[in-house]
């Protein structure tokens, strides 16, 4: 499966919910990475797609590059970033970076609160598989949060 179809299958339930997802990918693709069908990878690259939508004001940007040795995918969105508190600690079970929101009569805590399992889950489903996690919140006066997941292209080539 080549990498941007990878991506286009992460991506597309989370099309249609008021935010606008872009994905960029190199000009010259003859050099794409193709790997095999991975429900573990998929999932993962959807669930920080799924937060990013989450806590996107308007965008979300996906942008993918490689090399000869590395893949790299990188998520951005234009929301509040990452709260100070968590920043170091987020992707640990439990942690959260959700700001309290408005409840009502149909929503339970831990959709309007979050458990913070969600990243903790895709972390953990792509360190499997061989990458490397990282994240940042933009700096100002710019907004929103990147979170970068890069692979030796051999490792997931073998994926």
Known sequence: MPL???????????????????????????AEPVGARNPAIRYGLGNLIENAVDFAHTRVEIFA??????????????????AAEVVDRIGAPYVTHRRPGPRGPDTD??????????????KTLLERSGAKIS???????????????????????SR
């Open 65 to 82: 590059q490689w090399t000869a040795e590395d893949v790299s995918i990188s998520i951005s969105d234009d929301g509040p970033g990452f």
């Open 4 to 30: 941007s179809a990878l991506i286009e299958e992460a991506v597309a339930p989370h099309r249609n919910f008021g935010v606008s997802i872009g994905v960029t990918l190199p000009p010259n693709r003859t």
């Open 109 to 122: 805590e831990e959709a309007a609160f979050g458990l913070g399992l969600g990243f903790f889950i895709a």
């Open 135 to 157: 994240l940042i919140n933009q700096a100002p006066p710019l907004h929103g949060a990147t979170v970068s997941v890069t692979w030796n292209r051999a490792e997931l080539k």
